[in-house]
Each structure stands twice: as structure tokens, then as C-alpha cells.
């Protein structure tokens, strides 16, 4: 059995995408640990028109960066489950699986939503059913794994600017001031759980947010607002290839989560931010759409849907040792195969304790 990823097989009109909702939210401390709190939520503070923010700044000396070959897999959002279970169920005698279908994060449904626009990239996603309820973690291919650990010295700078990007716009509180001066730490985030449905497919995923705007007066998720950083665009080249691969990354990073504003800071070869522009997000497919042959946000919606649907019909087993290894190799359809008490397992033995 396999999903087709061709682009034709997917232009119809966009699926139903409710409401994103917050149903709550929780933070990662300096060592990368859950708490149940808003405690690293960050306050969006407007940049000068004309901010020249240093973004090389601290980079040898006030850089403490999250060890990436710790993969956390889905622990974060497990223990919110964990710490919410009896909030989560409409009726106490219900389950969570009488209101969720799947639990993921944003992330790994990002690379679902991307899949008919990216040919050359592969991924592999393990999912598990336990209690009726699809559990989607991911899984880092041999390819990326080789690629993380030979990047080059100015691809883990680039890293680092778009943290530093951040410390320059965002305060610690709603009346504070950002402080450019202290320590950027990659180990902290904070985090929404949102829940919504796609067509039939009834979602509860974990998703980082930057900061929040205290000028917007809406309830999150739609006060929240995504920072990024891009080179300056100098040309109809660079401003095409933009439009084509990172506005769709984007737009489908931001639309998952119903974060309807995107912060990006422009910046030269030397690490300096000369300009800052809002996009917003409803309004990027429509910039997308001026370049030839470029992407479009129902057959990203429609591949997504029918993913999960796939997910859905091949997915019998329930059984929290059993993976289904969902495959998605360059130019090819995506496939899966079958794992018990495998290394792909990941649904933690203190989760599935807690939920039986
Ligand atoms: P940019 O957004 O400016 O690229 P996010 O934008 O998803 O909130 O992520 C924040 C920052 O994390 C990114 O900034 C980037 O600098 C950094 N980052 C972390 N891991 C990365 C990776 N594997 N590849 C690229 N960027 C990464
Ligand atoms: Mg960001």
C-alpha cells in the first residue's frame, strides 16, 4: 500500500480546517526540562524601523546550545496529556480518544504539509496506536543524522541568529525591554497545545511559539507571533526563490497553529539585520502565487488530510510496542512498514503506566 505525493493527485478545493484552539500550554526550562507554566512565554517589543541588530553578537561567548542528538520524540506533549488527562476528557468516564484521533507536534505535521513540494527530501515518521488514539513521532533519517553532524562553522552560526534574532525583539515581560546583553539559550521554549480537526481528522499537537504580541487583545493563538530571519533580497532571483521555498515553510508552520502574523528580520552576509517586515499569514499564498510553477496551499491541505487518512485505514494494530514506519524517500510515494519492540518504538513505558 502506499500515498501517492504527486501534486495533481491533490488539486481540489481545500479541505475544512477548523478554529485552531489553545487548550493550553507549558515551557521548557534552561536544561530543556517540562514545566507546567507560562514561565518562558515572551512579549513581542516593535523594532526601530531601521534596527542594525548585531546578530553575530554572543555567538563564542553567550551561546548555550540545546544538545541536538537528544531527540526528545513526542515526551513533551505526553506529559501535558499527562498533566491534564482529567481536563482533556469531556465526561469522566470518557477517554481522550472520544475527542482526538491523532497526537503529534507541529512540526512533524509541517513536513506532511510540504511533502508535494519537497521531491529531494525524504522523511520517516513512526506511528503508534494505543487506546484508539494515533500517535505520530519522527524519525531522523541516516541522511539527515549525516548532514546534522557535518554542517559547516557558518551553518551553526546561522543557527544561532535566528535565536539572537529573537533576544533582540522579545522581552521577558509585558512591560519589559528586550536585553540583548544576556545568555541565548536554544534549551528554552515555550509551547501551546492546540487542538482542531482537518476534515474528519481531529488533531491535539504541541507547537513553539516565539512570543506574543501585547497589543493584540485576541485570545492565542491568534495573539501569537512567529520570528524568522532571511537574507536581504536583492534581486528578482532571490526574491522568486523566497516566495517559492521559504514562504511555503512559513505559511505552513504558522497555519497549523493558527498564528496569523510572522515577524521576519532581513538581514546582510555579515550578520545584521537592516530591515524587519510583517507578513501575514493569510495573505502568503497570495504573494506565492505571483511566481511560475510555484506552490499551492490546497494540495498541501488535501495531501495532508489524505496522509492521515492513510494513517488512519493502515494502522490496525493497538499496541504502544508496535510501529508503523511511515517512509518518504526523494521522488517517491510514501510507504510503510511494520516494527514490534523495536529501537523505533516510543511511547514511554511512564505514559502508557499512566494511561492504562
Ligand atoms: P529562523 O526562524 O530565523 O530561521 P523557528 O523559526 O521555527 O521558531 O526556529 C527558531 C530558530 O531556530 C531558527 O531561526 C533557526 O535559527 C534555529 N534553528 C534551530 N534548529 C535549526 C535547524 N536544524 N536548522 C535550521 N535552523 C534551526
Ligand atoms: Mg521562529
Sequence with gaps: MSLSTRKDHYARGVPLFNQRVEVGSFSLDSEHKFIHDKSQMRYYVEPDQVPNFDLRDGYNDRYVKRDENFKKGLTHVLHWILANKSNLKKRPSSSL????????????????????????SSWLLAVTKFQGILYINEVETEAARI??????????????????????????TIDGSPDSSGVVNSNEAFYTVVQTSLKDHRLLFSAEVDCRDKANTSDPPACYIELKTAK?????????????????????????????????????????????????VNNIPKLAETEVNCWKPNICMNFCCDFLSFVKREVIEDDPRVVYLFSKDPCSDVTYTVHKDSSYSFLPDWYVNEMI
Design 147 to 172: 548532514a546534522r553532524n557535518n554542517r559547516t562553522e557558518t551553518h551553526e552560526e546561522n543557527i544561532y541568529w535566528g535565536y539572537k534574532f529573537e533576544q533582540y525583539i522579545c522581552s521577558d
Design 97 to 120: 480518544a472520544s475527542d482526538v484521533d491523532f497526537v503529534t507536534s507541529r512540526g512533524r505535521l509541517t513536513k506532511v504539509l510540504t511533502t508535494p513540494y519537497e521531491n529531494l
Design 232 to 280: 536581504n533580497i536583492l534581486s528578482n532571483n532571490q526574491r522568486g526563490k523566497f516566495r517559492r521555498f521559504k514562504l511555503l515553510l512559513w505559511w505552513a508552520q504558522s497555519v497549523l497553529v493558527g498564528v496569523p502574523r510572522i515577524v521576519a528580520g532581513f538581514r546582510n552576509d555579515d550578520g545584521v539585520v537592516e530591515s524587519v517586515k510583517t507578513f501575514e
